[in-house]
């Protein structure tokens, strides 16, 4: 199983970035998926989730919502997170993660398995 996060990079704030998380190794419809960060001395924490298949169901942390977008394509295997209005406090590394079930929760331990993340770094 591998999940490859990609498109991290360096944005002044109030800028936009779009993440992208290409899965092999499992049925990736029968996955709901989510995206967490981590910054330097913090723990991991949620940011969004998107139940399986459709992905009609999603779920975000209040600090990143009505700025980011989760959204996921199961032709090709590949959640993405949409960032828009990028503050210097959503700098951090993500990492997108799969969990088997319909509805995933908000906590990285009931995630099964996770990516190697990108890094997300946002100037004032």
């Known amino acids: 199983v591998q999940l490859q996060a990609s498109g991290g990079g360096l944005v002044q704030a109030g800028g936009s970035l779009r993440l992208s998380c290409a899965v092999s190794g499992l049925a990736f419809s029968s996955y709901a998926m989510g995206w967490f960060r981590q910054a330097p001395g913090k723990e991991r924490e949620f940011v969004t989730s998107i139940s399986w298949s459709g992905g009609i169901d999603t779920s975000y942390a209040d600090s990143v919502k009505g700025r980011f977008t989760i959204s996921r394509d199961n032709a090709k295997n590949t959640v993405y997170l949409q960032m828009n209005s990028l503050k210097p406090e959503d700098t951090g590394v993500y990492y997108c993660?799969?969990?088997?079930?319909?509805?995933?929760?908000?906590?990285?331990?009931?995630?099964?398995?996770w990516g190697q993340g990108t890094q997300v770094t946002v100037s004032s």
């Open positions: 993660a799969a969990d088997r079930v319909v509805v995933a929760g908000r906590s990285y331990r009931e995630y099964d398995y």
